[in-house]
């Protein structure tokens, strides 16, 4: 059995260090900054208006196309080439790359579906993004609620 190479204690302690960093910056980005600005954009759709589309249409093609599309783009950086490797190299993991704990490299059947894995996955979300585009397309935002002159005038910027 031959194992693929460890990260020394060290390089352990910089990567987990390092990921949960920009992990946290991650989270505060997207819980004080993503979710109030869909939650203000849900409350008052009328109030907003980007690139010709109203609020009630911005928010759909974030949830349903932005969201899923920042998820594929992460894929695609961080899993995506490790598959091509691991096809390239036709063994998982790919030769040179360090792991956290003893992990058996693994050759034919198994190393190919989680090669194939590696390389569907970001292809899945980056479809299903694409899908959601088309279904804020397709959806009738005309007779969405376009408020009173009252709400309009109490709306806080009107964009």
Known sequence: MEYAPEYTRREKITRISMQVLVGTAGYA?????????????????????YWGMNGAQTVWLI?????PLLFALFLF???FPMGIRSWRDKQFPPRGMKVYRPTR????????????????????VLVTALWGGLQVQEMDFEK???GTTEELAACPIVK
């Open 77 to 79: 950086i961080f899993l």
């Open 105 to 124: 490299i693994q050759y034919g059947l198994l190393g190919r579906i989680r090669t194939w894995v590696a390389m569907i996955v970001p292809v899945a």
């Open 144 to 146: 969405a609620d376009v």
């Open 63 to 67: 949830i349903l196309c932005g969201i």
């Open 29 to 49: 980005s997207v819980q004080y900054g993503l979710f109030p600005f869909i939650q203000a954009l849900a409350e008052q759709p009328y109030c907003y208006d």
